[in-house]
């Protein structure tokens, strides 16, 4: 099958350093980027677009331009435009020609440019009319009905705005019959519960759309972590055994956060510590 695999860049934005890295001290952390005055660093929010011959895949939609003002200064969006849906149409596309959005989470930061841009007094309006909407169903349910810690993550709305489409498949297993069986979907629950992360196959070997399990290259370290995951521990056991298989079959990671590299290779050194080098 011919497959053509691309970053899409969305909105930056900035988040909390110390929250970023969880408990790894700012002494190590701030060897891989440098904070601004507010503590806050640098994050890209990157989707994953496959063409295929008769459709076209994109994998999250970044966090948009649905918060208001305020919250978008408060979490550094910029700018104020919705940067994914210009740079879809660099490629000669918009959203109502993206037949499938697979949506490894809901929050924010991952799910937040399915929406129109705000406009003060409109309600959110849901945006790629024609896709088929694919998210893991424990994932949705938790969405619905979030614990307090992770509450703040979550849109308010937004998977009603999806169900309602009709167009929203619900994936409970390792296949998701939109994707096809050349897709494998790993369930991750550290991050957050029921969280996708899509293995692509491709003639250079698997993709692996990791989203949150590993932000970014320094998060492909097993010890470091988020202090937004919801069970650390469970992130490092899951990065671990996930890792170790994909390693050996020459697996690369699309990351959605790091600010500077979208693809990188897996690689795992002579003391067995994972590694990600830029391709």
């Known amino acids: 099958m011919q497959r053509r695999i691309l970053a899409v860049e969305g909105n930056a934005q900035r988040l909390d350093g110390g929250s970023m890295f969880g408990n790894a001290p700012k002494a190590l952390w ?9 503590n806050r660093i640098p994050l890209a ?15 999250e939609t970044g966090i948009g331009v649905f918060f208001e003002p305020k919250l978008r200064q408060r979490f550094g969006v910029t700018p104020d435009r919705h940067v994914l849906l210009e740079n879809l149409a660099r490629h000669g596309l918009d959203d109502g020609d993206i037949n499938v959005v697979v949506l490894s989470h809901l929050h924010f930061d ?14 959110p309006r849901l945006l790629f009319p024609n896709a088929t909407f694919v998210v893991g169903r424990s994932h949705l349910e938790r969405a ?4 307090a810690r992770e509450r703040a993550s979550f849109i308010d709305g937004l998977p009603a705005l999806l169900r309602r489409t009709g167009r929203l498949e619900l994936v409970d297993g390792s296949e998701s019959e939109t994707l096809g069986g050349t897709y494998r979907l790993h369930r991750s629950d550290g991050h957050t519960l029921g969280m996708l992360c899509t293995e692509i196959a491709t003639d250079r070997g698997p993709v692996l759309f990791v989203s949150d399990l590993a932000p970014g290259r320094a998060w492909t370290h097993l010890p470091i972590t988020m202090g937004y995951d919801r069970n650390p521990e469970l992130v490092i056991d899951e990065k671990s055994a996930l890792f170790t298989d ?15 590299v979208g693809l990188a290779r897996l690689a795992r050194d002579d003391s067995g510590r994972f590694f990600a080098e830029a391709v």
């Not at 701030?30 to 601004?36: A, F, K, L, Q, Y």
């Not at 991952?110 to 409109?122: C, D, I, R, T, V």
């Not at 619905?144 to 614990?147: D, K, V, Y």
Request: proline share 9%.
């Open 246 to 260: 994909l390693v050996e079959r020459g697996a690369r990671l699309f990351f959605t956060h790091d600010p500077e």
């Open 144 to 147: 619905e009905r979030p614990h």
């Open 30 to 38: 701030r060897r891989w980027v440098e904070p601004d005055a507010e």
């Open 45 to 59: 929010t990157r989707a994953l677009l496959v063409q295929e011959e008769d459709r076209a895949i994109l994998f």
């Open 110 to 123: 991952h799910a937040g440019g399915l929406l129109a841009p705000w406009q003060e007094g409109e309600p």
